[in-house]
């Protein structure tokens, strides 16, 4: 059995309309899988998302948790669907509160949702928790979409002592798509768990925006993807300045021997 990899989407196609972001989404997983590599795949259940058009439905036997945020519970419920095409299995995070009857990370008018970086945070803990009861252990995770920016520091603090994330090595694609503003004022305090605390957040401003967020995921990842050119040039260079074991995304062609590479490259690093 080849390594194990955990892809963290954003976006997924035909989920949710093509974009760079989307048919990576799509790509990645697909394209490693025939590489060798056994993999899981996770996205939001946005509330765009036609549960019968894609066959969505509920898997009773990982729902039903409780995910507190900001001294709130959320019950986390899990969905699955299966991509036609690739047959490749989508879990899906969703929630009554942050993704139910409501768009992607914008409304109607194209505002953000003030919430999204409570969002981001219940979709990081939702995966990881799903994937504890999957009793599956992954090599590499791959985050692809800012949604997953706060994967990388779960892993390695509040879950580091976690069996199944105790060797997991992970990987942050940066793509051209940012928010344009700035995340709620309780951002940092909604972070906190576990052993992800507040004096890991310091380094960072306390009003956190695209930038602040893209230099977490950074910091907490073994190695950086650059998709596409319009990449944000700062975290690209902070990405570099930090070291970080970096590869631009190469074309559909050689994707799987250029991210096999890379992906052994970290794994062995």
């Known amino acids: 059995m080849g390594k194990k990899v955990l892809f963290?989407?954003?976006?997924?196609?035909?989920?949710?309309p093509e974009s760079e972001m989307s048919v990576m989404g799509n790509l990645m997983p697909h394209q490693m899988?025939?590489?060798?590599?056994?993999?899981?795949t996770f996205m939001p259940k946005w509330g765009t998302i036609n549960e019968r058009r894609g066959q969505l439905h509920e898997v009773i036997r990982l729902s039903g948790m409780?995910?507190?945020?900001?001294?709130?519970?959320?019950?986390?419920?899990?969905?699955?669907?299966?991509?036609?095409?690739?047959?490749?299995?989508v879990y899906f995070i969703d929630n009554e509160d942050y993704f139910q009857k409501r768009r992607t990370t914008v409304d109607e008018l194209g505002d953000e949702y003030s919430d999204n970086g409570e969002r981001a945070i219940f979709f990081?803990?939702?995966?990881?928790e799903t994937v504890k009861k999957l009793r599956w252990a992954p090599d590499i995770i791959h985050c692809q979409g800012w949604m997953s920016a706060i994967v990388p520091l779960y892993i390695k603090t509040a879950y580091?002592?976690?069996?199944?994330?105790?060797?997991?090595?992970?990987?942050?694609?940066?793509?051209?798509?940012?928010?344009?503003?700035?995340?709620?004022?309780?951002?940092?305090?909604?972070i906190e768990f576990r052993d992800a605390n507040k004096e890991l957040l310091a380094k960072y401003k306390d009003k956190f925006d695209f930038i602040e967020l893209g230099k977490l995921a950074i910091d907490y990842s073994d190695g950086v993807v650059k998709v596409g050119d319009e990449v944000n040039a700062e975290l690209a260079a902070y990405a570099q300045a930090n070291?970080?074991?970096?590869?631009?995304?190469?074309?559909?062609?050689?994707?799987?021997?250029?991210?096999t590479q890379f992906y052994n490259s970290i794994l062995e690093g």
């Not at 899988?33 to 899981?40: K, L, S, T």
Request: aromatic letters at 8%; charged letters at 25%; proline letters at 6%.
């Open 8 to 16: 963290i989407n954003q976006e997924i196609t035909p989920y949710v």
């Open 33 to 40: 899988q025939e590489a060798g590599f056994e993999i899981r």
């Open 66 to 89: 409780n995910l507190i945020i900001d001294d709130t519970d959320h019950p986390l419920i899990i969905k699955v669907a299966s991509i036609p095409q690739s047959r490749i299995q």
């Open 124 to 128: 990081a803990r939702g995966v990881l």
């Open 160 to 190: 580091h002592d976690e069996p199944w994330f105790a060797n997991t090595k992970v990987v942050t694609s940066l793509f051209s798509e940012q928010p344009k503003g700035d995340f709620a004022d309780n951002f940092k305090q909604c």
């Open 243 to 259: 070291n970080k074991e970096m590869i631009s995304s190469p074309d559909e062609a050689t994707i799987q021997e250029a991210y």
